[in-house]
């Protein structure tokens, strides 16, 4: 097959680099490439099962068109100050006025016309002054929340737009390698996920924007293909589940308080991410078999409890190159320890010393809204330094938000972000490779749905 442009994944900065190509007048062919299904046919069966049966070939809620970040909770962060260091390569001023530009796009397409975080500035004020107290800070972030279930139409509507005007896009397709030679990239060798229908597709430009999925198989290409990268941040944590009456004040302020960081004694980086008021928390599979923990938020439907990760940030230094490797090995250990579930435990059980038992889990405040999660000790799982990081850390936050380290809290692991392999590039997005550029968190980086869009967008204006 031949094309003028192949991206490889159609979660958001795949999906955007061709919105943008469309609406600037490209008349290229445009192929996309995705390992998972149309949205329309992504269905994780847990609804219906109550447990997860661990979808062969993939997990439909990691894997299919928008990605994995549309089936978690659909929040769009509206400041160049959240979603990664994109900002440290195109300038924080173009960044801003490319998500301004973004939001539009996702407005066109049925994004909610509300945005949170905006009014109540005094009750702002006094989070801030708690935050500042507690050796924290507060990131101011207005939030356009989709939701889980509204995402799905609004990613419809893309995929839909983009059939319509002419983008071709192979589904269930994976793709196997990029066709390198002689420092120039000629396109991607890709196959059914059977094995069949293998092709190769020739291109001018090859965009690789695989997702936090796709992070690990990219490093391989890397180190197979001399892409020019390096070792970056690894973020390993928790998902933290409290009742709604505690994050009541911030729910309603911000909707998602965003806060950092740098707990003694190790000084690592911490920091709360995605937090969903009245939402689920939800697992994740990815193809090793790795369960890994998230949060849903719908926009109808309400639980009494409201959860949020917290993520511990490792820096490796030579002669380790691998984080990725290094978080999928913890991941597996706390897999291990909950015969392959997730892992749950009371805050106040790890201050104690002790695992958490099913029935004491029953007779909580808290009660999970991850009715298959296994309670246990995650303590054995994961390392002394990231326990540490996240002990202090929630024990600041408590001086935000009284209640949020009580001993009925629950904490459950493992909680990973595979985005740590960072691709050198310039700020056209272009690699020492000719012709291939890489985007979207599995580049290393973006950190969400936004700016990951944010870059698409930008990508599809150098390609048009």
């Not at 001023?93 to 049925?110: M, N, P, V």
């Not at 390698?177 to 597709?201: F, Q, S, T, W, Y």
């Not at 749950?344 to 991850?370: A, C, F, H, M």
Request: proline residues 3%; neutral net charge; charged residues 25%.
């Amino acid at each position: 097959m031949k094309a003028d442009v192949v991206i490889v994944g159609a979660g958001p900065a795949g999906i955007f680099t061709a919105i943008e190509m469309l609406k600037k007048g490209s008349k290229k062919k445009i192929v996309i490439v995705e390992k998972g299904k149309s949205v329309e046919n992504r269905r994780c069966p847990k609804e219906k099962t109550q447990k997860c049966v661990n979808c062969k070939p993939y997990c439909h809620i990691t894997t299919g068109f928008s990605g994995a970040g549309a089936f978690s909770d659909g929040k769009l962060s509206l400041s160049y100050e959240v979603g990664g260091d994109l900002p440290e390569l195109i300038g924080a001023e173009k960044a801003q006025e490319t998500i301004d530009y973004t939001d539009k796009i996702y407005l066109e397409f049925g994004a909610d016309g509300k945005v949170e975080g905006l009014e109540k500035t005094d009750d702002v004020k006094e989070i801030r002054k708690r935050a500042i107290r507690a050796g924290l800070k507060l990131v101011d972030c207005p939030i356009r929340h989709i939701g889980t279930e509204k995402a799905q139409a609004l990613y419809f509507a893309i995929e839909k737009y983009l059939q319509d005007n002419g983008v071709e896009i192979l589904f269930e397709y994976e793709c196997e390698a990029p066709l390198i030679k002689d420092g120039v990239c000629k396109g991607v060798r890709v196959a059914k996920a059977n094995g069949n229908g293998a092709l190769e597709i020739f291109a001018e430009h090859t965009v690789i924007a695989t997702g936090r999925r796709g992070a690990g198989w990219l490093e391989s290409v890397c180190e197979k293909y001399g892409v020019e990268h390096v070792a970056g941040v690894v973020d390993i944590g928790v998902r933290v589940e409290v009742r709604n009456e505690i994050m009541e004040t911030v729910n309603k302020t911000l909707y998602e308080s965003k806060l950092i960081g740098y707990p003694l004694p190790f000084k690592n980086k911490v920091r709360t991410f995605c937090q969903n008021p009245g939402g689920f928390v939800s697992q994740e599979n990815y193809d090793d078999r790795l369960a890994v923990v998230n949060g849903h938020s719908y926009k109808d439907l309400k639980t009494e409890n409201t959860n949020v990760s917290i993520l511990c940030s490792h820096h490796f230094s030579y002669p380790f190159n691998q984080p990725i490797a290094y978080a999928k090995k913890i991941g597996e250990l706390a897999n291990m320890l909950g015969a392959g579930q997730i892992l749950v435990q009371r805050y106040g059980d790890i201050l104690g010393g002790k695992r958490t038992w099913q029935e004491e889990l029953s007779r909580s405040n808290v009660r999970p809204t991850l009715k298959d999660a296994v309670a246990g000790d995650i303590t054995s799982a994961l390392p002394y330094r990231t326990m540490v990081n996240i002990i202090n850390f929630m024990q600041a936050v408590d001086c935000v938000v009284p209640g949020f380290a009580s001993t009925e809290t629950l904490l459950y692991a493992p909680e990973l972000k595979f985005y740590s392999n960072r691709i050198k590039m310039d700020e056209n997005f272009c690699t020492n490779v000719k012709g291939l550029y890489c985007l979207g968190d599995s580049s290393g980086w973006t950190r969400g749905l936004m700016m990951a869009s944010v870059m698409g967008v930008l990508m599809g204006r150098q390609l048009v």
